[in-house]
């Protein structure tokens, strides 16, 4: 199920476009809304565990380990 997420921070994210390729760094903007699957997951930091997503993109690309307090769903 595809949701509509908006960012509310700029981010620069590492975008999956293809395993056979390299990952492209690009920054998202504060107020871009993408169309996404999501796998949530929670990772350990310095400062104790963050819950984070990886974003399957409509446009087929991956965005790994994408904290949820920089996305908020608009749908």
């Not at 997420?5 to 390729?21: A, G, Q, T």
């Not at 903007?29 to 993109?57: C, H, N, W, Y």
């Amino acid at each position: 199920m595809y949701h509509t997420i908006e960012f509310n921070v700029d981010l620069s994210l590492d975008l999956e476009v293809s395993r056979k390729h390299p990952l492209e760094r690009v920054l998202i903007r504060k107020g871009t809304r993408v169309e996404a699957q999501m796998k949530p997951s929670v990772v350990e930091t310095r400062d104790g565990p963050i819950e984070v997503a990886s974003l399957f993109l409509a446009d087929g690309t991956t965005a790994r380990s994408v904290p949820y307090n920089s996305f908020r769903f608009v749908d």
